[in-house]
Structures are given as C-alpha cells and as structure tokens.
C-alpha cells in the first residue's frame, strides 16, 4: 500500500492550496481517508475525513468553511482544498487510509496506513 501525497508549499496567508494524495495497492473504494498535520513541537493533529463514497466528511473546527476535503475513485485520490490558509496552518500534512470505510475517525489509531507527508507553510 502506498499513499503519495503532494501540493504542498509555501504560500502567503489568505491564499489557497490544494494537497492531493494517490493511493495504490488497496481497494480505494473499501476505505475510508483522512488528513491530518503536524508542527514543529507538536502532536499529529486531526484535519478532515472522508467517509468511503464521499457522503460523509468532517473537520476540525479550526479548518471548517476553509478547507474541503473530497475523494475522486477513478484516479483512486483524496484531495484537501484549502483557502484562506493561516500562518497557524503551517505544518507537515499526512493523507491515512482507514479500513473502517464509514468512519469518520479523528483519532490516528483508527487509521491504517500513512502517507509520507507534504509541508505546507503559510507566511504572514
């Protein structure tokens, strides 16, 4: 299984990025996926998920009417759009695939497999 993450960069506050995240070797369509980020110091940070067939997402409180996360089957992708970023968005950010194709999970141990991450940083 590999999940690739990309999109990330360094971009001044009130701009956009979209992070994308192609997965392989794993029935895209049986999981459910998730996004999350870590900074400097700090613990790896729920963002957004993503029920298996789309119709289920949720955020953090802290990203929501900023950032959308949306999955596309055919190219077996996950996508994290982000608007209006902040500086306090700035971090690593980590695409993870859940065997629980409905869940929701905020939680990193209900995730299964990891990307390698995409910085994202956010001047001010």
């Known amino acids: 299984v590999q999940l690739q993450a990309s999109g990330g960069g360094l971009v001044q506050a009130g701009e956009t990025l979209r992070l994308s995240c192609a997965a392989s070797?794993?029935?895209?369509?049986?999981?459910?996926m998730g996004w999350f980020r870590q900074a400097p110091g700090k613990e790896r940070e729920f963002v957004a998920a993503?029920?298996?067939?789309?119709?289920?997402?949720y955020y953090v409180d802290s990203v929501k009417g900023r950032f959308t996360i949306s999955r596309d089957g055919a190219k077996k992708t996950v996508y994290l759009q982000m608007n209006s970023l902040k500086p306090e968005d700035t971090a690593v950010y980590y695409c993870?695939?859940?065997?629980?194709?409905?869940?929701?999970?905020?939680?990193?141990?209900?995730?299964?497999?990891w990307g390698q991450g995409t910085q994202v940083t956010v001047s001010s």
């Open positions: 993870a695939a859940s065997k629980r194709p409905y869940t929701l999970a905020y939680n990193v141990s209900l995730y299964d497999y």
């Open positions: 070797g794993l029935t895209f369509s049986s999981y459910a």
């Open positions: 993503i029920t298996w067939n789309g119709d289920g997402v």
